[in-house]
């Protein structure tokens, strides 16, 4: 059974309270047990998360939706140290319905979102990619977006890889984005067929569409 950071973390309490004294040198190491990044059953969602975390979201996000820059800007840092300790599992849904025609920047930023799946990069890595490029959004709808080696940069800025930032750099295809739109929408519609906005925060477990207006919901999320 994985032993959760959380529970290490109050062993080490216990130890050092105990009157452990036994003096340790050296280099801390970093924890060989990282949350993992996947891809959703159905291709089109990526996965930031250990599989047996006990709170699951799925985010339906588009990469020029300055709210949900909004989103990222105010529960960004959260959501990485949950998906860390083992607490939260996301699926991030990208959307492109801000592009103006096939491809554009949704659609590109979307691919690179999926390229850096590709590989041995870690779910709290692509929290703070995801992080990243919102921050450096660009507002203006119909232009060029970040290139992809700007992507890149901010996938190293990220803790990547260099084999993920690389792939990212070269741009190669890794979701048919009008495939990704098409199927995510359809979701995302079943969840609210009245506001199918973004970004829309889903509660797969209660199968309910989280109020992420109500500036406590994810703390009220987490101790549920």
Partial sequence: MRISRLASVAIAAVLIATGCTTQVTGTALRDPVQPPLTLSEDGYGIVAGFEDAPTRIEIFTEPQCSHCADLQADFGD????????GALKITYRPLTFLDSGG?????????????????????TQFQRLVEELYAHQQRAKGGPGPTDDEMADMAKTAGMPDTVANRIADAGSAINTQDMDTANFEYLYAIDPLNTGTPTVYDPQTDEKIDIYDNNWLNTLMQT
């Fill in 103 to 123: 491809g554009g920047y949704s659609a590109n930023v979307s691919n690179a979102l999926f390229l850096a799946a590709e590989g041995d990069a870690t779910g």
């Fill in 78 to 85: 959260q959501f990485a140290y949950y998906i860390g300790v």
